[in-house]
């Protein structure tokens, strides 16, 4: 064999000792056989809640059950992981906000910093759990798994899934497999990507799915199984960081729909927001003469725009529905209204050159 073809083959043989050196570095080292250590962050929900009878399936109080008890309900969990767990907030998630986003990523990352964390989990209201665990996936530096996870059935209810669903999160967070995946959601023995998975059900257990992209794997017998990843980028390989944000950009959404008028985009921009997300009709398309001037004036005033779709899949199109280079309009790709307007606060972080940004749209 030649030097040539033997150095080449030394060089292979380093590199992918280093690439594994350094995936073991972001993930404890933990010795074989040994249990998980998984950090438990409460943040409320109905995970948290509790009904007046055990047939109280709406109409419950959530955010009641603190994050000990939640613990205590589910003694398997011993078997799991060695468990922590720690109050971060205790609210409805339809309260959730641009602060307890930042406390929450803040804290993710101080504990993945510590050797002695393999994995987060965090209990979490459903009806944000998507915009969560997006905002996570583009602020968490590290490679260790984040499962965020929620209950359709308050912890009274018959056949609450709560607990299946804190079971199967905390043994997902624990697990290599999940390493290196992005932020995860588990419900319903599903797993699904942070980017692609939204609420799909006013009330029924199976309401989270990734619609046309597909859910990530499976959760069976205490184990996960994956069979895809997402092809974006996510967590360790964010250009955000909020280490030192103490506020985000205003950034808000406007809803397209039949007869609609300018009115919510003035009002939006007389209040001072740095981006406006359309979600409108069909492919995103701008009801002409009614709101595409105001989008337009906006845009010149310094707002940026990014076209997003109501319709729920699909790719907004850039320059199908609208002049978006002429305009200097941002498309949000396959993003959801509400999931565009996350990655739009954190783009603005960083830049309000809408070319800079229709790249951001094109990498997470
Ligand atoms: N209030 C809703 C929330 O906290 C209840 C929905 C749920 O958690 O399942 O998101």
Known sequence: MTHDRTFRRWICAVCAALSLGFSALDTAAREPGKLANVMILATGGTIAGSGATSTTTVGYTAATVG??????????????????????????????????????????????????????VITHGTDTIEETAYFL??????????VIVGAMRPSTAISADGPINLYNATILAGSDAAVGKGVLVVLNDQ?????????????????????????????????????????????????????????????????????????????????????????????????????????????????????????????????????DDELDFVVSDTLNPQKARILLMLALTKTSDAKEIQRMFYTY
Do not use: C
């Open 137 to 146: 996936n583009l602020t968490v530096k590290s490679r260790k798994p984040v």
């Open 191 to 323: 797993i699904n990507g942070a980017r692609d998975v939204t609420k799909t059900n006013t009330a029924n257990t199976d309401t989270f799915r990734s619609w046309e992209l597909g859910f990530l794997g499976y959760m069976q017998n205490n184990q996960p199984y994956f069979y895809r990843q997402s092809t974006r980028k996510h967590t360790a390989d964010t250009e955000f960081d909020v280490t030192n944000l103490d506020k985000l950009p205003d950034v808000d959404i406007v809803y397209g729909y039949a007869n609609m008028n300018r009115i919510a985009v003035d009002a939006f921009v007389a209040a001072g927001d740095k981006g406006l997300v359309h979600a409108g009709v069909g492919d995103g398309s701008l009801a002409r003469p009614a709101v595409e001037p105001a989008l337009v004036e906006a845009r010149k005033k310094g707002v940026v725009i990014v076209r997003s779709s109501r319709v729920g899949n699909g790719i907004v199109a850039r320059n199908g529905e609208a002049k």
């Open 67 to 120: 994050v000990a008890r939640l613990i205590e309900a589910v003694p398997e969990l011993k078997a799991a992981a060695n468990v922590k767990g720690e109050q971060v907030f205790q609210i409805a998630s339809e309260n959730m906000n641009n602060d307890y986003w930042l406390k929450l990523a803040k804290r993710v990352n101080e504990l993945l910093k510590q050797d002695d964390v393999d994995g987060i």
